[in-house]
């Protein structure tokens, strides 16, 4: 079944603590993409990678990092995590060419910052 | 830079009714519009989505207009089901900004039985 996996679905943990979210995708896809939502603000980009090496500020970059080694892995650290972080947090994923395509979203995840 | 504003931001309808929910964008190289329904706990999912070529598509109860000269774009869903309940997010994209979604703030819609 084509999808995208993000882990863990739900964290609480403390400001200052280190955390990775992993995002993996089977669809062989190029384009990955992480996105943050918060109440009344819909969707709002944080980082996005064209291929494997290459990524790029979204909107909302700082305080979080990306890195792209694999095609299929698109994780998302947050080095020193502070409360304002604290939201519901989606990966997606489509294929480049012919045009824009439909993004493929994972399930989400939900990270409290204390 | 690119903006979407979604209205309305909550909508109630009685099942069978239909619902309408409105967008408009301001960038006028935006030429994909992406409609995605998002249940409880699940991530965003298309439901439809339009291109700057066509002004009309539609796929059994759920159809989207788009009107490029004013830069709006509308869902239309017809014979409101329950399980339609859930919150609905418009977006726009263009090719000049790598392909980035710019999404509404999003609708909630919730059809009463």
């Known amino acids: 079944e084509a999808q995208v996996t993000q882990n863990p679905r739900y964290l609480i943990t403390v400001t200052g603590k280190k955390l990775t979210v992993t995002c993996s995708q089977n669809?062989?896809?190029?384009?990955m993409s992480w996105y943050r939502q918060d109440p009344g603000l819909g969707l709002r980009q944080i980082y996005y990678?064209?291929?494997?090496?290459?990524?790029d500020k979204g909107d909302v970059p700082e305080g979080y990092k990306v890195s792209r080694k694999e095609k299929r892995n698109f994780p998302l650290i947050l080095e020193s995590p502070s409360p304002n972080q604290t939201s519901l947090y989606f990966c997606a994923s489509r294929p480049l060419g012919r045009g824009n395509q439909p993004q493929h979203f994972g399930d989400g995840t939900r990270l409290s910052i204390l | 830079g690119e903006n979407v504003e979604q209205h309305p931001s909550t909508l109630s309808v009685q099942e069978g009714d239909s619902a309408v929910i409105k967008c408009t964008y301001s960038d006028s190289a935006s030429n994909y519009f992406p409609w995605y329904k998002q249940e409880l706990g699940k991530g965003p999912q298309l439901i439809i989505d339009i291109r700057s070529n066509v002004g009309e598509k539609k796929d059994q109860r759920i159809a989207v207009t788009l009107n490029k000269t004013a830069k709006h774009f509308s869902l239309h869903i017809t014979e409101t089901q329950p399980e339609d309940s859930a919150v609905y997010f418009c977006?726009?994209?263009?090719?000049?900004?790598?392909?980035?979604?710019?999404f509404g703030s999003g609708t909630r819609l919730l059809v009463r039985p």
């Open positions: 977006a726009a994209s263009s090719m000049d900004s790598s392909y980035k979604l710019i």
């Open positions: 669809m062989n896809h190029e384009y």
């Open positions: 990678s064209m291929n494997v090496e290459v990524t």
